[in-house]
């Protein structure tokens, strides 16, 4: 690991210089360690991708003395098992929506391929034979949420295939200015939702019906807290037509939408040795 200082009140801490789920359970590791620790002076853990940050108090415990606390955890993070008790939740996804549609439309010239879709260009440096095909590759395997943030409540994903199968696509050469709300995005080997409408540079290759971010707390199943995702979270992909997303859209404005989700335990031991045969058993758990 490598560790530095972040200005006077934060430490951050490199895993790995790319992502794995290795990388992932290694900083979860560690955070969590941190966090049970209750070291005097932290007052923020926010672990990432490959990486997390501590903020801390430097009235209440000098920069060194912490640094020297959290490098002391780094053991305990390597004999963890990984193990995690987690969820899986189907997230529905109208994929080639009108709405991201047309703003990728809007913005062609941005794009390495101003003569396709987003969808189009996916599939093809890929390697898939059209967009269909594509979409069933987006859809048919479940991904780890492995950092939440960015913007409020986005999650970034990642796909449980074997790292020759997955999914990556550019970013946009020059960033948009639009993104639809609840834009289904890719940028690398990363997957996103847009929490909220902003600037993006992701591909974009759909939209899904279901919020996951309400500060208002309206939101039937954001009542008790306003953000969706939190790191450790499996998601897996649903495509539906133009009336399933209505009904879904109507549903939530109702407070009648509620999102399939199951608990699960999840081995990364396990998901190495057969990737297949975990992401059946995870969705066993989900449609069972």
């Known amino acids: 690991m490598r560790y530095s200082f972040g200005g006077d009140e934060h430490i951050f801490v490199e895993v790995d210089v790319e992502m794995s789920l290795e990388a992932f359970f290694k900083s979860l590791s560690m955070t969590n360690a941190v966090r049970d620790s209750r070291i005097r002076g932290v007052t923020e853990i926010c672990p990432a991708n490959a990486s997390f940050q501590i903020k801390f108090d430097p009235d209440m415990i000098a920069p060194d003395d912490l640094m020297r606390e959290i490098q002391s955890l780094e053991g305990a993070a390597d004999a963890g098992d990984g193990r995690l008790k987690t969820r899986i939740v189907e997230i529905p996804v109208f994929y080639g929506d009108p709405w991201t549609h047309e703003t990728l439309m809007r913005f062609r010239e941005r794009h390495q391929d ?28 479940p991904w780890f949420v492995s950092m939440v943030g960015f913007v409020a409540g986005l999650p970034f994903m990642y796909q449980m295939v074997e790292r020759a199968k997955q999914i990556e696509v550019p970013k946009y050469l020059r960033p948009r200015t639009d993104t639809p709300r609840l834009t289904v995005g890719h940028g690398g080997c990363f997957g996103c939702i847009y929490s909220v409408r902003g600037a993006g540079g992701y591909q974009m290759f759909g939209i899904t019906p279901m919020p996951i971010y309400d500060p208002r707390q309206e939101i039937s199943y954001l009542r008790d807290f306003m953000i969706f995702f939190k790191p450790g979270d499996i998601v897996k992909f649903k495509p539906v037509g133009r009336e399933e997303y209505d009904a879904d859209v109507e549903a939530v404005d109702t407070g009648r939408f509620a999102p399939l989700i199951r608990e699960v335990d999840f081995s990364l031991e396990a998901f190495q040795a057969n990737p297949g045969a975990t992401n059946a058993d995870l969705l066993g758990v989900l449609h069972g």
């Open 114 to 141: 101003p003569n396709g879709t987003d969808l189009d260009y996916a599939a093809r440096v890929n390697g898939y034979e059209g967009v269909q095909a594509f979409i069933d590759a987006h859809s048919g395997s």
